[in-house]
């Protein structure tokens, strides 16, 4: 037992000269960068920082950071900017895979005790004109009086004289399985909090930093969002009844109102239960979260081919709203309006409440053959002809059979944006029909 005992002190003092010497190493070449990096940047900046920090527990970081830019009357302070890993040997694996441009298998860099004045001139310079902005934008100051964009100005006569926060953005890689997750949580004081999780399936082995950024169409995979009011809303909610000159409860009403009736007259109805959720989140401390799953990754720039209701369920779209499911998640959408929308200049609030919502077009479809059940596994003996299939999930889709195999099953659909082919597994489908 002596023996024993003597051989793990002797390990335990092995591994802390090893972390010893790593952190040294970490250290000094750490601030011979970052000394480095000050240097340059003084022509754009002045930059200064208190020492550098690391930890056994596999974190790097500069503390008491201070940066002052030339060309503003502005001053950005940092308490503590940290790169983290695992462990500190992890740490030192990963200093030498960016070094390398190799990606490291997970990272994360974190802000904390960010500081920005709203009085200086990164934030608190005059916005761009009203006509100058999308319809989709200053939506959070519909009803707030003579007020149209919510910025420094306004944030200050609300009691806010500067932003501070943490910050965290970081992500891991699932080599096995081709999975890249991205993980944000953003904290600022008295205002809000942001926690959101979104992974992408790859379409191919990620070797370099360079074949990361080139990724061709990510498929999304999981989708974790959450959003906590921190105090905002009643600040909101209070400036802008005083600005229209009513109780707090008709600008909510009058606010919801002008919103539905902006992002109509723009190409976007929300059904009634999205109205009420987004009622009931401006309360006081109200709290959004945002889950989807879909069956399989699936390429997001496909789903403007499909209708609103398949394109909840092939994301698996779930939403709460203080703690409460919404059951209601229909909306429609114009992608015609929505793209000039984006291209334009904004319409007059009095002109947008004039246009009376559209009854939904509905699409007839001619067939002049019958649909006949089949299974699932002699689709292959109907590849060419118009199928219909339905997965396990409700999802029905209508197209041409391209291929079929025990892998999965690829179907061309034609919208009249032009065409998408949609890959399924065929353990997802539950039903088929074959046109003929």
């Given at each position: 037992m ?12 092995f ?5 010893g010497?790593v952190?040294g190493?970490l250290?000094?070449?750490?601030k011979?960068?970052v000394?480095?990096f000050v240097m340059l940047?003084k022509?754009?900046?002045?930059i200064?920082?208190?020492g ?12 008491r950071?201070?940066i ?12 503590a900017?940290?790169?983290k ?6 740490l ?13 298998q ?6 904390r ?5 709203l ?7 005059s916005?761009?004109?009203i ?14 009086g ?7 100005t ?6 806010y004289?500067?932003f501070?926060?943490?910050a965290?953005?970081?992500?891991r890689?699932?080599?096995a399985h081709n999975i890249?997750t991205?993980?944000v949580?953003?904290?600022t004081?008295?205002w ?11 379409s191919?082995p990620v070797?370099s930093?360079i074949?990361?950024?080139?990724q061709e ?11 906590q009011?921190?105090g ?20 909510l009403?009058?606010?919801?109102r ?15 239960g ?5 009622r009931?989140f ?10 989807a ?6 390429d997001?720039?496909?789903l403007q081919?499909y209708a ?7 994301l698996?779209l779930?939403?709460q709203v203080?703690?409460?499911t ?5 909306v ?6 929505i793209a000039h929308?984006?291209n ?9 409440e004039k ?6 077009t ?8 019958n649909?006949?059940s ?8 109907h590849i ?5 299939l339905?997965?396990?999930?409700g999802?029905?889709f209508?197209?041409?059979?391209e291929?079929?195999s025990?892998?999965g099953?690829k179907i061309?659909?034609n919208?009249s944006g032009?065409?998408?082919t ?11 029909q074959?046109?003929?």
């Amino acid at each position: 037992m002596r023996k024993l005992m003597k051989f793990v002190a002797t390990l335990l003092i092995f591994l802390i000269l090893i972390a010893g010497g790593v952190g040294g190493y970490l250290w000094y070449d750490t601030k011979q960068r970052v000394d480095q990096f000050v240097m340059l940047a003084k022509p754009f900046a002045e930059i200064s920082y208190g020492g550098i920090e690391i930890s056994p527990t596999g974190s790097l970081g500069i503390n008491r950071l201070r940066i002052t830019p030339h060309t503003m009357n502005d001053v950005i302070t940092i308490g503590a900017l940290q790169l983290k890993a695992p462990n500190i040997l992890e740490l030192l694996k990963t200093y030498w895979q960016l070094r390398q441009g190799e990606p490291p298998q997970a990272l994360s860099l974190s802000m904390r005790e960010l500081e920005l004045s709203l009085q200086g001139d990164l934030l608190g310079s005059s916005s761009s004109s009203i006509h100058q902005r999308t319809p989709f934008e200053d939506l959070d100051a519909l009803g707030c009086g003579q007020v149209a964009h919510l910025a420094s100005t306004e944030w200050q006569e609300m009691g806010y004289d500067r932003f501070v926060g943490n910050a965290e953005i970081g992500y891991r890689f699932d080599a096995a399985h081709n999975i890249l997750t991205f993980q944000v949580d953003n904290y600022t004081r008295n205002w809000a909090t942001l926690n959101m999780s979104i992974s992408l399936a790859l379409s191919g082995p990620v070797s370099s930093i360079i074949a990361l950024a080139n990724q061709e169409k990510p498929r999304l995979a999981s989708l974790d969002l959450a959003f906590q009011d921190d105090g905002f809303n009643q600040r909101r909610n209070d400036y802008c009844a005083a600005k229209a000159g009513k109780t707090v409860d008709d600008y909510l009403a009058d606010h919801v109102r002008l919103l539905v009736a902006r992002l109509h007259a723009n190409g976007i109805d929300l059904g009634p239960g999205l109205i009420t959720a987004y009622r009931q989140f401006l309360n006081v401390g109200g709290r959004l979260s945002l889950t989807a799953t879909p069956p399989a990754p699936i390429d997001p720039t496909d789903l403007q081919h499909y209708a609103t209701e398949d394109v909840i369920k092939l994301l698996g779209l779930k939403m709460q709203v203080n703690n409460e499911t919404v059951t209601d998640l229909s909306v429609n959408w114009d992608n015609a309006k929505i793209a000039h929308a984006l291209n334009t200049q904004m319409i007059p609030e009095k002109e947008i409440e004039k246009l009376a919502p559209a009854a939904p077009t509905e699409q007839v479809v001619i067939i002049q053959k019958n649909y006949h059940s089949i299974p699932v596994g002699a689709l292959d003996q109907h590849i060419g002809k118009i199928a219909k299939l339905e997965t396990t999930t409700g999802a029905t889709f209508r197209g041409l059979l391209e291929m079929v195999s025990k892998e999965g099953i690829k179907i061309k659909i034609n919208k009249s944006g032009g065409s998408v082919t949609l890959s399924l597994r065929s353990n997802e489908i539950r039903s088929a029909q074959v046109l003929y």
